[in-house]
């Protein structure tokens, strides 16, 4: 099945520092990946849509300035989380998408928990 | 956007139980996925059933476009299926196309 890898798994940093987590497809070429943000208890928040190639489109209310997306090959996407602070502690979950005419599906990292002391 | 709600949100189980999870969208849809998310926050597909019926193991699905729900059954049920399922989908048209939009998921407990 198709395999998407994340790294690192969990991160402690403390506050004002930048963290970078990344995602790889392990064995299928994602022109598509995406990222979500979950808390405590609830679903998923899509943040971003990150495009292979091309600048990454962001959910309304999620500053591009503060998540930074790097989309630079088929297999790669990275997610930089600049100057973090306490409010930026999740759970970030990225996604990549297989698409082959109408078929479509989007299969998941298994997550990175960020916490900024 | 496409509005998703799911039922119930909370589901206590004996193991070897049957039970069913449903998921409503509020359009129409050209992808609908079903995830279990592990107690580890791993997200495991499950089944990608934008229409019709699948099988897999101790699981079905059945997805009624034109109708615009979809059932997750789960029958005898075991306490490593403890966890959230969530039903995410994406739209035809527009801004609604090209993402999925999650519903807030049906919390499972399986009780040995």
């Known amino acids: 099945g198709a395999v998407v890898s994340q790294h690192p798994s969990w991160v402690i940093c403390k506050s004002g520092t930048s963290v970078k987590i990344e995602c790889r497809s392990l064995?299928?070429?994602?022109?598509?990946m995406f990222w979500y943000r979950q808390f405590p208890k609830q679903s998923l928040m899509l943040m971003a849509t990150?495009?292979?190639?091309?600048?990454?489109?962001?959910e309304q209310g999620v500053e591009k300035d503060k998540f930074l997306i790097n989309h630079a090959s088929l297999t790669l996407s990275t997610l930089t989380v600049t100057s973090a602070h306490p409010e930026d502690s999740s759970f970030y979950i990225c996604?990549?998408?297989?698409?082959?005419?109408?078929?479509?599906?989007?299969?998941f990292g298994p997550g990175t928990r960020l916490t900024v002391l | 956007g496409i509005q998703v709600e799911q039922s119930p949100p909370d589901l206590i189980l004996q193991e070897g139980a049957n039970s069913t999870l449903r998921c409503n969208f509020s359009?129409?849809?050209?992808?609908l996925q079903w995830f279990h998310q592990n107690p580890w926050g791993q997200l495991i597909n499950l089944f990608y059933?934008?229409?019709g019926t699948k099988q897999n193991g101790r699981l079905s699905a059945t997805t009624v476009a034109t109708e615009r729900y979809s059932l997750l059954y789960i029958s005898s049920s075991q306490t490593t299926d403890s966890g959230v399922y969530f039903c995410?989908?994406?739209?035809?048209?527009?801004?609604?196309?090209?993402?999925?939009?999650f519903g807030r998921g049906t919390q499972l407990t399986v009780w040995p």
């Open positions: 995410a989908v994406e739209g035809w048209r527009g801004s609604t196309l090209g993402r999925l939009y």
């Open positions: 359009d129409s849809v050209n992808n």
């Open positions: 059933i934008p229409s």
């Open positions: 990150s495009n292979e190639g091309s600048k990454a489109t962001y």
């Open positions: 996604s990549a998408r297989i698409l082959a005419g109408i078929y479509n599906e989007q299969f």
């Open positions: 064995d299928f070429q994602a022109t598509t």
